[in-house]
């Protein structure tokens, strides 16, 4: 795998909700950087937060679909 030696800059293809800005993503070492075009604020977080971040998003929808298969089950 190739490590970051510069930033790489990204910009999303549609524009963010009500802003009406596109998003620029920027990867460089183990952070992530968020900002809205035309705009100075950055949000940065660690990678690994972003990773934790899914990883609980993903066992929340996981214990919601084994919930609701028990429910249809009792149901039944």
């Known amino acids: 795998m190739t490590t970051f ?16 800005r596109q998003i620029v993503v920027t990867l460089f070492a183990d952070t992530i ?10 949000y ?11 990883l609980r998003i993903e066992a929340v929808r996981l214990q ?4 609701a298969r028990r429910k249809a089950r009792r149901n039944k």
């Open 5 to 20: 030696s510069r930033p790489v800059r990204r910009v999303t293809l549609e524009t963010y909700k009500h802003f009406r």
């Open 33 to 42: 950087s968020m900002r809205l075009k035309g705009t100075m604020t950055a």
């Open 44 to 54: 940065e977080l660690p990678v690994s937060h972003v990773m934790d971040y899914a």
């Open 64 to 67: 919601r679909e084994k919930a």
